[in-house]
Structures are given as structure tokens and as C-alpha cells.
Nanobody, 127 residues
């Protein structure tokens, strides 16, 4: 069992930056693939980024285009999402999630592959 708590969301202006954090409980954090997803009002939850157990492999959604960086600190049981050059269309609730298995992007980009989810943190980008 893993419990995830996101933080770092807020209201910012277009072009600003935010760093989201996701703190995990338990002693097995390093055995989980960690992902970030987001959901805007009226839209389905979509993949943002994911990172393998030790951080050696990473996938990003195409819309990230070098603006976001996912990282993890297994000693702190925390995964991060650094978001730069934010746009109004990045407005959404951002969720972190944990999965046991790595795989191709089509697999680890699928929210159904993730077993544990945080409660989400709201990111609002004004124009």
C-alpha cells in the first residue's frame, strides 16, 4: 500500500513556473514507477510524464515540449514535476500515481496501469 500526497499547485500567470511535489508513504517507494497526470474540467485524465524506479528512464507527453521535467528522490520518497513556461491550457488538477511495472510509453502513459493515486493539486494559469 502506498499513500501519495501532492503539493505545490497554485495560481500563476502565463510564463511562470511551478514545482509540484508528491510525497509517498512507506518504505518501498523505489520499487514503484511514478507518473504525473492531469485532468481539466470536462476532459479525461491525461498523461503528463513518468519516471522509472531509479529515474533512468523517462517519458513525457508531447505537449510538454521541453517545458516540464520529472525527477525523483528515492531517499526522500518524493517525485517532482518542474513546470516552466506555463500556459493557460496547462490549467488542471495534477495527480501523481504509482505503478509496479515499467514498459513502453503506450503502457506507462495509460492511467489504468497505475495502482495508487494522490488526491490531486490544482494548477491554474491565467493569461
Amino acid at each position: 500500500q502506498v499513500q501519495l500526497v501532492e503539493s505545490g499547485g497554485g495560481l500563476v500567470q502565463a510564463g511562470d513556473s511551478l514545482r509540484l511535489s508528491c510525497a509517498a508513504s512507506g518504505r518501498t517507494f523505489s520499487s514503484y514507477v511514478m507518473g504525473w497526470f492531469r485532468q481539466a474540467p470536462g476532459k479525461e485524465r491525461e498523461f503528463v510524464a513518468t519516471i522509472s524506479w531509479g529515474g533512468g528512464s523517462i517519458y513525457y507527453a508531447d505537449f510538454v515540449k521541453g517545458r516540464f521535467t520529472i525527477s525523483r528522490d528515492n531517499a526522500k520518497n518524493t517525485v517532482y514535476l518542474q513546470m516552466n513556461s506555463l500556459k493557460p491550457e496547462d490549467t488542471a488538477v495534477y495527480y501523481c500515481a504509482a505503478a509496479k511495472n515499467w514498459g513502453p510509453r503506450t503502457v506507462v502513459g495509460d492511467p489504468k496501469r497505475y495502482d495508487y493515486w494522490g488526491q490531486g493539486t490544482q494548477v491554474t494559469v491565467s493569461s
